[in-house]
């Protein structure tokens, strides 16, 4: 889906509710807000798996060791993995990955991005010595 296909398919939405508010004349605001919603998730669930299916496909961890036991991760070819999400729902192909030690199985959520900034790291962030009193 390119951007064009996303534009055609946004005016297509767009005709297509008009149409149906034409024939719902009496339609409650909650009821067109269904039919919205309903149009709304099924768009931006295909933009969605688009923009996250560019971010890569997930082959890249064929050299991982596995995060629950550090077993060796072996690469299971491609996936579809539903996605829920209030957006949209999207089916997303991704590289799926098992451990045969322990049978843990993931997909990966993306390559290995730099974020370009330090790493926010959970817990204490320095020591503090407690001045007793
Ligand atoms: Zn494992």
Known sequence: MNKEAFMT?????????SAWRGEHKQASYDEIAAQVTQWRQ?????????????????????ERSCPQC???LHYKGKKVRGVGHAEGSAKIERGY?????????FFPSGPDVATGGPQ????DAGQRHPTGG
């Not at 398919?9 to 509710?17: S, T, V």
């Not at 990955?97 to 199985?105: I, R």
């Open 9 to 17: 398919a946004a005016g297509r939405m767009y005709e297509e509710l």
């Open 42 to 62: 099924r768009l931006m669930g295909q933009l969605l798996a688009e923009l996250a299916e560019q971010e890569g496909q997930g082959e890249y961890l064929a």
């Open 70 to 72: 550090g077993g060796v």
């Open 97 to 105: 990955h098992h451990c045969d030690q322990c049978g843990h199985g």
């Open 120 to 123: 926010l790291e959970s817990g």
